[in-house]
């Protein structure tokens, strides 16, 4: 990975969430006939999700018919406040100073203004006013992985600290009826989150684990470009998912790790710690199997996914969260991070417990 010769280490993540949530079995999306009824049910019953968190919840107000504009106004409404909260907690939690951070980087699929959520963001928590700025739009689940590298580059050569920010409401973006099978699918599967993630040059006295980040790499499907969409329309973003994409995970999955892990001359049993993107059941299953992993491995992001449903790039944050609250990476011993998205395009980082 380039930009220099110094160290970037992942020394906390916050996590804020909205107020509202709700359990799949209350939400009931589906309006008209029985058979639809059983559909939705079936969808949710397999989805591997129990509760939701969503900032406007479509039992309280018609979200389905607003207007793409009403939508980015209410983004930055809800957004804001959780990300203060977030960022906040993160800069405590790595005892960082808010006028020593270089680099704050937003990332969102699910809204956008300028001016914006970065500098609000910086303007509120006391980041100064010559922090740098970096907004990674559109890029959906995945996107927290090259938001990270690009950080990582920055602490790197600049050896100051970066917070990134990643900040998913897709309660926002429910679709006007009718739904077909796979707008039930991505009905039943997304929740919203915001996390806050502190990358620095070393892991500061009295802040317990890191995560030092030593290597990226990508790989891109364009033939099955199509499996994983995310558009923009008069009412909001559609979001299109295909049943067929952990065909393709399985695919690419073993060569791309494999690769990866050839280039540190070490193996996947030099792997004790997985964070995988909670996509649903069936992407943890294709990566389980694919990567002859035990189940344990992945856990945590199970556990997320059970109660956080799909939180597109704030979802992984919230696995590595979740692990390192209930078992760190202790020092010296390697962990990969994985995620999805549109394009079709899957990510790999190769982190060391410090």
Known sequence: MGG??????????AVALPAISYSQEEYALLEGNDAKQRLIDRIAACSGISRRHVAVSPLLDDVKHWSTAARMCRYQEEALPL?????ASALTETCTDPADVGLICVTSSTG????????RLARDVGMPSTVQRLLVGHMGCLAALPALAACANFV???????VLVNAELSSLHLQPPPWDSSQQLVNALFGDAVTATVIQPELPTGVGHGLKIIDVVAQTDTEHEDYMSLTVGDHGFRMGLSPRVPEVLERHLPTMVGDLLSRHSISLTDVDWWAVHPGGPRILDATESSLGLPPEALAASRHVLQEHGNCASAGLPLVVEELQHRSPLAPEQYGLALAFGPGLTLYAVLLLGV
Do not use: I, W
């Not at 990300?83 to 960022?87: H, S, W």
């Not at 790197?156 to 970066?162: F, I, L, M």
């Open 83 to 87: 990300c203060k909260d977030a960022v």
């Open 112 to 119: 956008y203004a300028a001016p914006g959520l970065d500098t």
């Open 156 to 162: 790197r050569t600049q050896k100051r600290s970066a």
């Open 4 to 13: 220099g010769c110094g160290s970037a280490v992942v020394t906390g993540v």
